[in-house]
């Protein structure tokens, strides 16, 4: 699903939630961490798409986070997996980057969405894809 939005410093960039992989305890794992009892690991791929003509200067994932049945939300745990490279810092106008965000819940978390805000606050332009469309 794309979506087009205005990023932190008003850049025109399109958002693409490819793949959600969950749970993704296999990559985690085979990446050398361990999960604690009860535990789980997700992997959400995006890409991003600067559409504008000034630099998208933040890191893509930034304010990438799982929302849970009961609104609650799941920020990215600080990892990054050697199969599924992060997002890297910035994406020049006209260029897409992609990457992959980890994050480790509680097993037994039911998630319902992905959400996206260009920054802290910014809540009238924060993006929603339900977890059943992806």
Known sequence: MVTLLSGPEGE?????VVEV???ADFLYTAAGYELQDGERSVVV???LTNLGPMPFTSLPDLYLELIAADGSAV?????SLSSRPPHRMGVPPGETAGGHTVYVLPEDTELTAVRWTPA???DDRALS???TDL
């Open 12 to 16: 025109r960039v399109s958002i693409v």
């Open 21 to 23: 992989v969950d749970p």
């Open 45 to 47: 791929h995006t890409e």
């Open 75 to 79: 920020s990215k745990a600080p990892v």
């Open 120 to 122: 802290p606050g910014a």
């Open 129 to 131: 894809w339900d977890t």
